[in-house]
Nanobody, 122 residues
Framework: VQLPASGGGLVQAGGSLRLSCAAS????????MGWVRQARGKEREFVAV????????HYSDSVRGRFTISRDNAKNTVYLQMNSLKPEDTAVYYC????????????????WGQGTLVTVSS
């Protein structure tokens, strides 16, 4: 099972990026999928999660209103549209899949992918 995150890069504050995570090795159409980030020297923190149906989403307070999570079950892919980026959003972003929303938001996801680095310059 692989959950490779892509789409990271260097962007100026106020800019936008769109992260993608195209899962392979199994189908995650009945799993919650989401994003977690880790800034240098800090612990991993929950960013956003979406239920398998797409009808339920949750965001951390720090990104709500700026980031939007979505998924395409036909492509086994989850996305994170990040707008109005701030320097404090700089981190490695990881994709994760879990059997429940709470499992993912509490950082106990069953599947984790490789991260992609997002750097926001001031």
């Amino acid at each position: 099972v692989q959950l490779p995150a892509s789409g990271g890069g260097l962007v100026q504050a106020g800019g936008s990026l769109r992260l993608s995570c195209a899962a392979s090795g199994r189908t995650f159409s009945r799993y919650a999928m989401g994003w977690v980030r880790q800034a240098r020297g800090k612990e991993r923190e929950f960013v956003a999660v979406i239920w398998w149906s797409g009808g339920i989403t949750h965001y951390s307070d720090s990104v709500r209103g700026r980031f939007t999570i979505s998924r395409d079950n036909a492509k086994n892919t989850v996305y994170l549209q990040m707008n109005s980026l701030k320097p404090e959003d700089t981190a490695v972003y990881y994709c994760a899949a879990a059997t429940s929303l709470s499992t993912l938001t509490s950082m106990r996801a069953e599947y984790w992918g490789q991260g992609t680095l997002v750097t926001v310059s001031s």
